[in-house]
């Protein structure tokens, strides 16, 4: 479900800095089904929140550390700039994008910067309104 709120969130940084050129948001993954459903599009991000790399497999591993590993997914609210989403549309598709299944990619292997953010509001208060405006009616 897509809310209003999620939109506001996403388009913030890009209004607030010009050099940002898309925004995908992203949810921290808390159990382990959503981070073994192929279903879901998990993310690694770097430290200045850019996407490193996107897959629907499990990542990042957790085979060789056993520490706390920071598992994230996309929430899918993408705000392009036009000029950036013109020039998006007609990059072809990349080998890695068609293997996984994941658009986002192309704008990686083409050298460019996506940037991430954290979801900040709480959806479950959102889809319980949601819910119970649809029961009023």
């Not at 085979?63 to 705000?79: L, T």
């Amino acid at each position: 479900m897509i809310f209003p709120e999620m939109i506001d969130e996403s388009l913030a940084p890009i209004i607030n800095n010009s050099s940002i050129n898309v925004v995908n948001l992203l949810r921290t993954i808390d159990n382990t089904d959503d981070f073994n459903n192929s279903n879901e599009i998990r993310v690694v991000i770097d430290k200045e929140l850019n996407a490193l790399y996107f897959s629907r497999e499990p990542i990042s591993s957790s085979k060789k550390y056993s520490g706390n590993i920071p598992m994230y997914k996309q929430v899918c609210v993408i705000p392009f700039r036009r000029g950036f989403l013109d020039k998006f549309v007609k990059m072809p598709p990349t080998a890695l994008e068609q293997i996984e299944s994941i658009d986002m990619l192309r704008i990686l292997e083409n050298g460019e910067k996506q940037k991430w953010f954290p979801l900040n509001i709480q959806l479950l208060p959102l889809i319980l309104r949601r819910i119970l405006h649809k029961l009023k009616y």
